[in-house]
């Protein structure tokens, strides 16, 4: 039994949402046209607008009390003081330490100042030598194709970075392509190297642990490749490869050299990742001080979340609009609605970051809880699913809090021709009219037209969706950082208030042992499965004899 469960408090909050229940958010409009003023919140070049969602004034009070009842104040303080948050592993989680490269980060008597900034500067001199093209491979010829190899928080953040910052690129970066490639079935990889020469691509082994089979085995992929081209495998590993891990000695081991290792820490977590040497690929692109702009926007979330009341802290206030929607008012899925092609890889990156955080049915007790946890996260790019599932969120049966992600400034740049230019800003005009067309008509539905005549049951709009509307000035790699760490805390605050540790990730593993002794069966040895299993099995090998 939890606070969301049972007792006074989440009494109070059942009764409020029953009342909101009853009420269109149309009519929440009409009893308080005040209701933007009051509901929404704006920090430097960021807005939240949290008015169309199905809230009342009353709710927001219960839900800051549930903020005190669930203790957030204190589990902030400890996530900040480095204390082991991660329980089950025992461990601190301190991302926010690597986004103070300026600034002290004292945890337990110990500065981690000077050991971030140690590995940044570490990365600037790798970042410069590919820059200045100095860094060469086997043949003395420049590197010109850097491929990020890893898998999950190794690869979403830094791929959806870099997608988005490629307008800052540095002009040292013009002419150096940057690629990615995580799939176990080497599908990426393969279709990369069709393309790519050996004697000109650089391969990043990004991966925290170094023990990720999907990294590692695209990794002996890409250097058997380069092995077509020099037989000297030792040059190979010296001149082609760089690591970004926590564990120095499998770097070393793999056979990386030592400079050009790049090390982070146990205390940061993979999905977390990005802000440490694993965003190596996305300082290639906007340079060492766009990567530290990024890294700053994160700290003056970090800062804010820290220090802000509840009523004004941004990532407190999503947090609890994610638990009214998934607590109160049983809304089980989430839609990540960027409007912004740049931001194209956000929901993936945020469906790792969220449901790999707290998709989770322990409590810090180790009980089962009683109520639900996280949403399914999922979304696409605006514009592009207003033509794809924007059905479901109309008329579906399925209530979807939404969030709209639109940067406004676009298409400043003085490179477009005038004409282009003007072009580009006119789309950039019908873009932003259709975010808030969108969440105007899954907010009031019909009613959005002005008149309330009858429809047909097929042409109707029922409205009543919820959304938050998120505006960003403009998308820079400031502001990046900003939106990013403002996701982060959020998932902290949810788990904190469902009392769930969101750093562990236990669900992840049992797969990946039972895939070692099903790949021993595909080979030709081990049997004894269920049923279903060794049905599927006899049907792989009688494919593969036919292919033979
Ligand atoms: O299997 C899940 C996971 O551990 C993620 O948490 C992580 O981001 C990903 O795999 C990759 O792990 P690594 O960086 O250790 O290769």
């Known amino acids: ?286 340079g060492m001080s766009g990567f530290r702009q990024f890294l700053k926007g994160a700290q003056w979330l970090d800062q804010h979340f820290a220090r802000a009341p509840w009523a004004e802290n941004a990532p407190v206030r999503m947090a609890l609009v994610d638990v009214w929607n998934t607590n109160f008012l049983a809304s089980q899925t989430h839609a990540i609605l960027p409007y912004d092609g740049r931001l194209k890889y956000l929901p993936a990156y945020l469906s790792q970051l969220e449901m790999e955080s707290n998709g989770k049915r322990a409590d810090r007790q180790g009980q089962e809880v009683d109520y639900p946890t996280c949403p399914i996260l999922w979304g696409e790019v605006g514009t592009n699913a207003q033509h794809a599932f924007f059905q479901l969120l109309h008329q579906g049966t399925h209530q979807v809090n939404c969030d709209f992600v639109m940067p406004v400034q676009r298409y400043q740049h003085s490179h477009w021709s005038e004409q282009t230019r003007e072009r580009l800003q006119y789309q950039q005009r019908l873009n932003l009219a259709n975010c808030l067309a969108q969440s105007r008509v899954l907010m009031l539905g019909n009613q959005a037209l002005g008149n309330q005549q009858q429809v047909d049951a097929d042409r109707h709009y029922p409205g009543n969706q919820p959304s938050t509307t998120l505006l960003i000035e403009a998308l820079t790699p400031y502001t990046l950082g900003q939106l990013i760490a403002l996701y982060e805390h959020k998932v902290y605050t949810s788990a904190v208030l469902w009392n769930i540790n969101p750093f562990d990730q236990w669900g992840v593993e049992l797969g990946k042992q039972i895939a070692k002794e099903t790949l021993a069966a595909i080979e030709g040895q081990g049997s004894g499965f269920d049923p279903s299993t060794e049905g599927l099995l006899a049907a792989v090998r009688a494919y593969q004899e036919t292919q033979a």
């Open 1 to 286: 039994m939890g606070l969301l469960s049972s007792g006074p408090l989440a009494t109070q909050l059942q009764q409020q949402a029953s009342l909101v229940k009853q009420q269109h958010l149309a009519e929440l409009f009409e009893q308080d046209p005040q209701r933007f003023n009051t509901m929404h919140l704006r920090l430097p070049a960021l807005l939240l607008d949290f008015s169309k969602q199905r809230m009342t004034v009353e709710a927001w009070q219960g839900l800051y009390r549930l903020c005190d009842e669930s203790a957030l104040a204190p589990w902030i303080a400890k996530l900040f003081q480095g204390e082991a948050v991660n329980t089950s592993e025992k461990r601190p989680a301190l991302h926010m330490a690597l986004r103070s490269f300026d600034q002290p980060f004292v945890v337990n008597g110990q500065d981690l100042q000077p050991l971030v900034e140690a590995q940044l500067a570490k990365m600037e001199t790798l970042v410069e030598r590919i820059h200045q093209r100095q860094w060469r491979g086997f043949s003395g010829r420049a590197i010109t194709d850097v491929v990020n190899l890893g898998v999950g928080g190794s690869d979403l953040g830094p791929m959806m970075a870099c997608h988005a910052l490629e307008e800052f690129r540095v002009s040292q970066a013009k002419s150096l392509r940057i690629h990615f490639a995580s799939s176990m079935d080497g599908s990426q990889l393969a279709e990369l190297l069709q393309r790519l020469h050996p004697e000109t691509t650089l391969f990043i082994l990004a991966s925290k642990s170094f023990t990720t089979i999907d990294t590692l085995s695209n990794a002996d992929t890409a250097l058997r490749w380069l092995g077509q081209a020099c037989q000297d495998e030792a040059l190979l590993k010296r001149q082609h490869f760089i690591g970004c891990s926590a564990a120095p000695a499998k770097m070393s081991q793999w056979g990386i050299s030592k400079d050009h290792q790049l090390e982070f820490w146990d205390w940061v977590g993979g999905r977390y990742s990005l802000w440490s040497v694993i965003g190596m690929s996305i300082a290639l692109v906007v």
